[in-house]
Nanobody, 115 residues
């Protein structure tokens, strides 16, 4: 079975930082694409960042480029999303993602950026 478990969400003021973690079930990072998506009520789920196997290429949605960094640790089979200079518009539920013949999703972790 494939499992993805996110953690690290919380409440932070604008300009602050958070680090999200996604622990995978077994030897996923480095072998399959993984990424972070986010969703707010009434809107579609959008890709935030992805990291691809082989060359390790990373991709970001333009609104987070330069502020967020996706990375991974093969020994821990875990990916991370370092989020700096957070803005209220970053408030969303953040989901971990992978594709292994089909899409798999974590349960989500809430990120709230507010004064």
């Amino acid at each position: 079975q494939v499992q993805l478990v996110e953690s690290g969400g919380g409440v932070v003021q604008p300009g602050g930082s958070l680090r999200l973690s996604c622990a995978a079930s077994g030897s996923i990072f480095g072998r399959f694409v993984m990424g972070w998506y986010r969703q707010v009520p009434g809107k579609h789920r959008e890709m935030v960042a992805e990291i691809h196997p082989g060359d390790g290429a990373t991709y970001y949605t333009p609104s987070v480029k330069g502020r967020f960094t996706i990375s991974g640790d093969s020994a821990k089979d875990t990916i991370y999303l370092q989020m700096n200079s957070l803005e209220p518009e970053d408030t969303a539920v953040y989901y971990c993602y992978t594709f292994i013949g089909r899409e798999y999703w974590g349960q989500g972790t809430q990120v709230t950026v507010s004064l």
